[in-house]
């Protein structure tokens, strides 16, 4: 919502977004790339609109250590400044005054899909939760690694991100990976429901979705979501149009239709 990413698509110079989905949303991310980054305006601009901040801070911890592995290609590691670089951020934001913007720290990218080693994505987050106990820590697999996925206990909020998915409620291949990644929730940990939100045509067509069925793709994911206990929210994937490849739609350059169901699941659960 905040990354960065100016749409293609349109002439309007933005990269801010609160002001198109305040009305159905609560929540949204704040990319965080730089340890010298100021985002204090980006979290009051959210607060104005009565939304919270997961902040991103895949940067601050981790980077490219080398090449292969057998998921994604790459493999990433703890830098060997982090502490620096996460207390220069901490300092920068006034974060201690301002975590009151904030609902989560989001750490990691895909974590196991892209090497990262349950040793460092927990000294990671085990840090960062030692510092600010009251903020929630959320973590995003790819669903190719959650087999091999390990959830540090000062993770909050767990999710994993398959898209193309008509109906994940009667999906047979979504249905049993959102069942094995509940039983790698421990201790009261909570489930956060990643909506596809976004139309790339060739993914989209071979799981047979048009931009025009996309509100029931949405209408379907609630009904999971609101179905089981363990889940706490959902984020929807993507806004901005252009962001994953050229011709990507996201969810602002879809019909109106699918933006009015966005709209009408966004307010029953955020009560706006």
Not at 89 to 110: C, D, L, P, R, T
Not at 139 to 155: H, L, Q, R
Not at 236 to 241: E, N, V
Request: proline residues 4%; hydrophobic residues 40%; aromatic residues 12%.
């Amino acid at each position: 919502m905040d990354v960065f990413f100016d749409d293609p698509t349109d002439d309007d110079p933005k990269t801010n977004y609160a002001s198109e989905v305040f009305e159905m949303s609560n929540l949204a991310d704040i990319l965080v790339f730089a340890p010298d980054q100021n985002i204090i305006s980006n979290l009051e601009i959210m607060d104005g609109f009565q939304m919270k901040a997961y902040l991103h801070l895949n940067e601050i911890f981790f980077e490219l250590k080398e090449t292969g592995g057998d998921k994604s290609g790459v493999i990433n590691g703890l830098r060997s400044d982090y502490q620096e670089r996460w207390t220069e951020f901490v300092n920068v934001n006034h974060i201690e005054e301002n975590q009151k913007y904030i609902q989560a720290f989001y750490m990691g990218e895909e974590p196991f899909w892209n090497g990262i080693s349950f040793e460092e994505l927990k000294e990671a987050c085990d840090y960062v939760k030692a510092d600010f106990p009251n903020v929630k820590i959320m973590m995003v697999e790819a669903p190719g690694a959650i087999d091999e996925m390990m959830v540090p206990e000062s993770v909050d909020w767990v999710g994993f991100d398959h898209y193309f998915i008509k109906d994940p409620t009667s999906n047979q291949e979504f249905q049993e990976e959102f069942e094995l990644l509940k039983t790698k929730c421990t201790n009261g940990q909570q489930i956060i429901v990643v909506m596809d939100s976004h139309f790339l045509p060739l993914y989209h067509r071979l799981g047979g979705i048009k931009k025009s069925t996309l509100d029931e793709v949405a209408r379907n994911y609630y009904a999971l979501a609101d179905s089981d206990e363990m889940v706490v929210g959902i984020i929807g994937y993507f806004w901005p149009s252009g962001f994953d490849l050229e011709n990507s739609t996201g969810a602002r350059g879809l019909p109106q239709h699918v933006k009015n169901e966005y709209i009408r699941i966004g307010k029953a659960i955020t009560g706006k």
